[in-house]
């Protein structure tokens, strides 16, 4: 296996430079180094590079010279290839593995791969050429392979590489003196690829090898599409036109070709000063420009000299390979794909949170991880957390054939799998996970193509049973919760496998469904969160002993309930604060709000149940920090996350005996389990607790335990991690038969 060493050059650019540095650990290649050149960075990057201690080799340049700073990083390079990537990129995981595989071929000294630009999914380029006097042209997707065409040395024509996906023979680089110093910016890997050419090498063009190009503004860019300096760039162009242009045609042909150059640009630049973008002194500043570059790039080619090194200076100051720690779970890698319409940095409830601690916990184990949600205007690929995340925006399709699926449902599901099938161009995709709710998968499901996993959260026909305000829109909207309740079901029956978190949520589906999830299919894997509590620190005084509600205020979380019992724990002379948390809008089944509808009837209480509202993640971490004890009276929860927040801040927890709850809690030991739709006993529960502060902490202490124990994210994964790798071991599950045309079922108006 070939060693590699990958040199980043950077200059300022501290936090895009760390996210190029991490994104590197998760390179399925393992024989690779890591030289970061800095030049003279004033931002951070020192501090940042200190922190990576002995696992990478650094270099400095002392100048704003690309090639010079490239240069130094082949000279402490001590892989036989040398690759560069940019300080505002990250590579595919399988990036290093295929261009290592273009040098099996000896002729090869050079080679790149496509770049995608700063969305994730457009191409920046997919192949490049040019020519001597320093035109190029780019494909911006897959075509007929440059590469033979244009391999013969003195082409007028050539391959080359993009400076932030490049790959090169070291000794190549040392014979041909690296990089020409003359070009600071700009042509500077196109002069190289042009002299490797002349000197009978090949420059491949790749059709794999991918690198995520999320180019940020420079020195020379305001915005990241916007020049505003053009001189390195005008005098890059003039020299190279002469070094190599005057080689296959005449001096007046090179004159015209940088002429036409020059009037180009000043068109790009007026264009910018009619929109706004440039100033009349970024005008005047480039015909100065022009100026000074042409003459400049003629003085330098009347000399005769390059700055290229001799090849005695790539061998000073030599340093012993260095290999780069990449992320390698035990077993082997695992490429994931999940489905959530909700993801951060956005809003989420339950869902989302669980799919961002899974996604980011396997990701942090080795796992090549990624997440499709929705996005607007045009697929978007970031990675955020270590994850991959595909932002899709939703495109009508097709209705499928022989099932009635809703059009809202339909039209997202088969936009996730468009993606789907992208993704896998890269490689090929172990699972795909998707949550029951909204049948997200449906169409992965239909197409039988996938592993795909339902993660298993409360049912549709569940939320019907105990929320009156759902059963009320069912009444209205029939045939359209008549078809998700179908889609559900077809989910359920035919897919490859089921993620839940306790026996409770599938007792329920079975039950409801009238369907058997297979056993031998099925894995029990308890939810986690990333823990919010501060530590010990000291908690806001109170004059009041603080009850705390977290959720929607509707009847399935049981608000009617806790409301009840603060009436009567004040009739019975308690002194407590309620505090409510949660949107108060929903409207209950007497036409008014649960809040409106108690402020009319209790307006004594005012001062004693609070209600705050939706909160943000800092005021809510507050709350739970500040309170004496959680309340969570649901009438069905298939787990209930807001247990494991309360029980991280180690406070004692009163929950209903009912669901994915009993699951969670000991009773008697980490909270106290109630019968639903019972305020009596929630009542004298929360009085047990406010007389006996000592419990109170005991309880609180025991669930923090029982948290740390089962319930952290790391400890979600490890268990996620070992179903998938059991389920793949098994040959994907029956797909669909076929049936008769069916039809969509349009979302109502809201």
């Given at each position: 296996?070939?060693?590699?060493?990958?040199?980043?050059?950077?200059?300022?650019?501290?936090?895009?430079?760390?996210?190029?540095?991490?994104?590197?650990?998760?390179?399925?290649?393992?024989?690779?180094?890591?030289?970061?050149?800095?030049?003279?960075?004033?931002?951070?990057?020192?501090?940042?590079?200190?922190?990576?201690?002995?696992?990478?080799?650094?270099?400095?340049?002392?100048?704003?010279?690309?090639?010079?700073?490239?240069?130094?990083?082949?000279?402490?390079?001590?892989?036989?290839?040398?690759?560069?990537?940019?300080?505002?990129?990250?590579?595919?995981?399988?990036?290093?593995?295929?261009?290592?595989?273009?040098?099996?071929?000896?002729?090869?000294?050079?080679?790149?791969?496509?770049?995608?630009?700063?969305?994730?999914?457009?191409?920046?380029?997919?192949?490049?050429?040019?020519?001597?006097?320093?035109?190029?042209?780019?494909?911006?997707?897959?075509?007929?392979?440059?590469?033979?065409?244009?391999?013969?040395?003195?082409?007028?024509?050539?391959?080359?590489?993009?400076?932030?996906?490049?790959?090169?023979?070291?000794?190549?680089?040392?014979?041909?003196?690296?990089?020409?110093?003359?070009?600071?910016?700009?042509?500077?890997?196109?002069?190289?690829?042009?002299?490797?050419?002349?000197?009978?090498?090949?420059?491949?063009?790749?059709?794999?090898?991918?690198?995520?190009?999320?180019?940020?503004?420079?020195?020379?860019?305001?915005?990241?599409?916007?020049?505003?300096?053009?001189?390195?760039?005008?005098?890059?162009?003039?020299?190279?036109?002469?070094?190599?242009?005057?080689?296959?045609?005449?001096?007046?042909?090179?004159?015209?070709?940088?002429?036409?150059?020059?009037?180009?640009?000043?068109?790009?630049?007026?264009?910018?000063?009619?929109?706004?973008?440039?100033?009349?002194?970024?005008?005047?500043?480039?015909?100065?420009?022009?100026?000074?570059?042409?003459?400049?790039?003629?003085?330098?080619?009347?000399?005769?000299?390059?700055?290229?090194?001799?090849?005695?200076?790539?061998?000073?100051?030599?340093?012993?390979?260095?290999?780069?720690?990449?992320?390698?779970?035990?077993?082997?890698?695992?490429?994931?794909?999940?489905?959530?319409?909700?993801?951060?940095?956005?809003?989420?409830?339950?869902?989302?949170?669980?799919?961002?601690?899974?996604?980011?916990?396997?990701?942090?184990?080795?796992?090549?991880?990624?997440?499709?949600?929705?996005?607007?205007?045009?697929?978007?690929?970031?990675?955020?957390?270590?994850?991959?995340?595909?932002?899709?925006?939703?495109?009508?399709?097709?209705?499928?054939?022989?099932?009635?699926?809703?059009?809202?449902?339909?039209?997202?599901?088969?936009?996730?799998?468009?993606?789907?099938?992208?993704?896998?161009?890269?490689?090929?995709?172990?699972?795909?996970?998707g949550p029951n709710w909204d049948s997200e998968g449906v169409a992965v499901v239909l197409e039988g193509e996938y592993r795909y996993v339902v993660g298993l959260y409360t049912p549709l026909r569940t939320v019907l049973g105990v929320d009156p305000a759902m059963r009320q829109q069912a009444k209205t909207a029939a045939p359209l919760f008549e078809a998700l309740l179908?889609?559900?079901?077809?989910?359920?029956?035919?897919?490859?496998?089921?993620?839940?978190?306790?026996?409770?949520?599938?007792?329920?589906?079975?039950?409801?469904?009238?369907?058997?999830?297979?056993?031998?299919?099925?894995?029990?894997?308890?939810?986690?969160?990333?823990?919010?509590?501060?530590?010990?620190?000291?908690?806001?005084?109170?004059?009041?002993?603080?009850?705390?509600?977290?959720?929607?205020?509707?009847?399935?979380?049981?608000?009617?309930?806790?409301?009840?019992?603060?009436?009567?724990?004040?009739?019975?002379?308690?002194?407590?604060?309620?505090?409510?948390?949660?949107?108060?809008?929903?409207?209950?089944?007497?036409?008014?709000?649960?809040?409106?509808?108690?402020?009319?009837?209790?307006?004594?209480?005012?001062?004693?149940?609070?209600?705050?509202?939706?909160?943000?993640?800092?005021?809510l971490r507050k709350e739970y920090a500040n309170c004496d004890v959680f309340v969570a009276p649901s009438r069905f929860e298939s787990f209930g996350l807001i247990l494991l927040e309360a029980m991280m801040f180690s406070k004692p927890v009163v929950a209903t005996d009912i669901g994915g709850m009993r699951e969670i809690l000991h009773d008697g030991e980490s909270g106290?389990?109630?019968?639903?739709?019972?305020?009596?006993?929630?009542?004298?529960?929360?009085?047990?607790?406010?007389?006996?502060?000592?419990?109170?902490?005991?309880?609180?202490?025991?669930?923090?335990?029982?948290?740390?124990?089962?319930?952290?994210?790391?400890?979600?994964?490890?268990?996620?991690?070992?179903?998938?790798?059991?389920?793949?071991?098994?040959?994907?599950?029956?797909?669909?038969?076929?049936?008769?045309?069916?039809?969509?079922?349009?979302?109502?108006?809201?």
């Open positions: 296996m070939r060693s590699i060493s990958v040199v980043i050059n950077t200059f300022n650019r501290c936090s895009s430079l760390e996210r190029t540095l991490r994104s590197l650990e998760w390179l399925d290649y393992p024989n690779f180094e890591v030289i970061v050149v800095n030049g003279p960075s004033s931002d951070g990057t020192d501090e940042l590079l200190d922190r990576y201690g002995g696992r990478i080799k650094r270099g400095y340049c002392p100048n704003r010279n690309l090639s010079e700073s490239r240069n130094i990083g082949i000279q402490m390079a001590c892989g036989e290839i040398v690759a560069f990537i940019d300080d505002d990129a990250y590579p595919d995981p399988a990036w290093l593995g295929q261009l290592a595989r273009a040098f099996d071929w000896e002729e090869v000294a050079a080679a790149g791969g496509p770049v995608i630009g700063h969305t994730g999914f457009w191409y920046q380029v997919w192949h490049s050429r040019a020519d001597r006097f320093g035109n190029f042209w780019t494909d911006f997707q897959p075509c007929v392979n440059p590469t033979q065409l244009l391999a013969a040395p003195g082409s007028l024509q050539f391959t080359y590489t993009i400076g932030t996906n490049s790959a090169f023979r070291r000794r190549v680089l040392v014979e041909l003196g690296g990089f020409d110093e003359e070009f600071e910016y700009y042509l500077d890997e196109t002069d190289l690829c042009c002299r490797v050419t002349d000197a009978g090498y090949v420059v491949e063009a790749l059709d794999d090898a991918f690198v995520y190009h999320k180019f940020l503004p420079s020195d020379i860019r305001e915005r990241s599409d916007v020049i505003r300096d053009w001189y390195q760039v005008l005098k890059s162009r003039f020299y190279f036109g002469m070094k190599h242009g005057l080689n296959a045609s005449s001096f007046a042909e090179v004159c015209a070709q940088n002429a036409a150059f020059v009037d180009t640009t000043r068109a790009n630049v007026e264009l910018n000063y009619e929109a706004g973008v440039h100033d009349q002194a970024t005008r005047d500043k480039f015909e100065q420009d022009v100026v000074n570059a042409s003459n400049l790039a003629l003085e330098l080619y009347v000399a005769g000299g390059t700055r290229e090194r001799p090849r005695s200076w790539f061998g000073e100051g030599e340093q012993p390979f260095l290999p780069y720690a990449t992320r390698r779970p035990p077993g082997g890698k695992l490429h994931i794909c999940f489905l959530s319409a909700e993801y951060p940095p956005d809003k989420v409830n339950g869902i989302g949170r669980v799919v961002h601690a899974l996604a980011t916990s396997l990701a942090q184990r080795g796992h090549c991880v990624r997440v499709l949600t929705k996005g607007e205007d045009h697929v978007r690929v970031d990675l955020e957390d270590d994850v991959w995340v595909h932002r899709v925006p939703v495109q009508p399709h097709d209705p499928p054939q022989g099932v009635a699926v809703p059009s809202h449902i339909w039209d997202y599901s088969a936009s996730v799998l468009d993606e789907l099938h992208r993704i896998e161009t890269f490689g090929p995709i172990d699972v795909v996970q179908g889609t559900e079901t077809l989910v359920y029956r035919e897919a490859t496998g089921y993620l839940a978190c306790g026996p409770a949520i599938v007792e329920e589906i079975e039950s409801q469904y009238g369907v058997s999830l297979p056993r031998e299919r099925l894995g029990f894997v308890a939810h986690g969160l990333e823990d919010a509590s501060p530590g010990p620190r000291a908690v806001e005084p109170s004059s009041h002993p603080r009850i705390l509600f977290v959720g929607r205020l509707e009847a399935r979380k049981g608000i009617d309930v806790v409301l009840d019992s603060a009436v009567r724990l004040a009739a019975s002379g308690y002194d407590f604060e309620l505090r409510v948390v949660g949107d108060t809008s929903i409207v209950g089944p007497t036409g008014a709000t649960y809040r409106e509808e108690f402020e009319r009837g209790h307006p004594d209480l005012a001062e004693q149940v609070l209600f705050l509202g939706r909160v943000d993640d800092e005021v106290i389990l109630i019968p639903p739709d019972d305020a009596d006993a929630l009542t004298s529960a929360l009085q047990r607790l406010l007389d006996l502060p000592r419990l109170r902490r005991e309880v609180g202490d025991r669930g923090r335990q029982r948290y740390q124990e089962f319930f952290t994210p790391e400890k979600m994964a490890e268990g996620a991690e070992a179903f998938y790798r059991a389920l793949r071991e098994q040959p994907p599950g029956p797909r669909p038969s076929a049936a008769v045309p069916g039809s969509v079922i349009p979302a109502p108006v809201v």
